[in-house]
């Protein structure tokens, strides 16, 4: 496919209908200078904006092959049908979840989330609970010192040697995954981040009745929810919680996301 036509402030951009998160994201590209387009122009694009996550692009085709060539796609979360329909479409097609600038604003907002979930999963307290956080990366290092400072006895539990002592730089009580088993017999939250089958029956088993698990890892996941079923473990997948608890916030990041990539293409030019 060749390089698409730089796209500079002024030019148009569609989106169809969405939420209020990408309805944030479309008035921060408005604050930079382009232009909303009705579905009626919508062949007059220079770029379109989609949500996230986008698993087909089969709802908007009719629109999207009034096209001209090379326009850029933007949307979250691509599924590989999804970049081979913008392919055949002859559209660039742009992953701004790839960023790594906007995956790190989005641990903030997910962490938030997560501990709403957490603080209603129980009528219980947060505060001397057990807590066990599987994975130390983007999200897990944003969480970690919120859960703490709600006063949990936290655990991490990561693979990596590094990871393991980055937490314990911190402060934080860190092994390796392969003790999960033994953790999880005293926890009273199991929190997931990593997306590898590692919350699996035997860690499942292993947990108090009373125990909680919440999966914020992205897919494929980590936590094996049938097990959990047959073995009654609650349990809880939590996707998107940057546009479920800060819409606007989220959208905004993806505006500011997009509008830097947009300024990246022009000066390359």
């Not at 990561?158 to 911190?170: G, V």
Request: proline share 7%.
């Amino acid at each position: 496919m060749q390089m698409q036509q730089a796209v500079a402030a002024g030019h148009g951009f569609w989106m169809p209908d969405a939420g209020a998160r990408m309805e944030a994201a479309a008035r921060v590209l408005e604050s930079e200078g382009y232009t909303r387009l009705p579905v009626q122009r919508a062949g007059d694009a220079a770029l379109v904006l989609l949500g996230v996550p986008v698993h087909t692009l089969q709802p908007w085709e009719p629109v999207l092959k009034t096209l001209v060539p090379q326009t850029l796609l933007f949307a979250g979360a691509l599924s590989a049908q999804a970049q081979q329909q913008a392919a055949r479409l002859s559209l660039c097609a742009v992953d701004y979840m790839q960023s790594e600038e906007l995956a790190l604003f989005n641990a903030v907002p997910t962490a938030e989330g997560a501990l709403a979930i957490l603080l209603s999963a129980t009528d219980g307290m947060l505060w001397r609970s057990r807590v066990v956080l599987t994975g130390y990366g983007r999200i897990a290092k944003v969480l970690a010192p919120r859960l703490r400072a709600l006063g949990t006895q936290l655990t991490v539990a990561a693979r990596s040697p590094l990871a393991q002592l980055q937490a314990q730089t911190l402060g934080y009580e860190a092994v390796p995954l392969a003790a999960l088993p033994q953790l999880a017999a005293q926890a009273d939250y199991l929190i997931n981040t990593v997306p590898h089958p590692v919350v699996d029956t035997a860690v499942l088993a292993a947990l108090p009745q009373h125990a909680f698990v919440l999966e914020l890892a992205g897919a494929p996941g980590g936590v094996d929810f049938a097990a959990a079923q047959q073995l009654g473990i609650r349990a809880q997948s939590a996707p998107g919680l940057p546009g479920k608890y800060a819409p606007a916030a989220a959208g905004e990041a993806i505006g500011r996301t997009v509008c830097e990539y947009l300024r990246r293409q022009v000066f390359m030019k």
